[in-house]
């Protein structure tokens, strides 16, 4: 993707701005329960955020998309600026509650 790291700073920069109940869920070590840290965290000496190359071991962007189709009145996993190309951790947090992004911009 050409503009790949731009998204991903543009992306966590307004996640960073975003307001903290915008659709809380839990957080994605709950739905992650029986996996270890170093399945998702790997290659690295002190492990941060896994990153979408993980997601995408166990993941597929438009699988997912095709399961989450009824969820309201937009698919939460297809955007309509970036389609299923935007990262898994703009609206699923690791070790916090999960945030919907788009509801940063949009009141659906």
Do not use: F
Request: with cysteine; glycine share 4%; charged share 20%.
């Amino acid at each position: 993707m050409k503009y790949a790291w731009t998204l991903a700073i543009c992306l966590a920069v307004l996640c960073l701005a975003a307001p903290s109940g915008a659709a809380p869920q839990k957080a994605l070590r709950d739905a992650h329960v029986d996996l270890a840290c170093a399945d998702c965290h790997t290659g690295q000496k002190n492990p941060k955020q896994a990153g979408a190359v993980s997601c995408a071991k166990c993941h597929d962007a438009p699988e997912v998309a095709k399961r989450t189709a009824s969820r309201g009145k937009k698919n939460p996993h297809i955007s309509p600026h970036w389609g299923t190309e935007v990262p898994c951790w703009v609206c699923h947090k690791e070790h916090a509650e999960d945030q919907n992004y788009c509801l940063i911009c949009h009141t659906w």
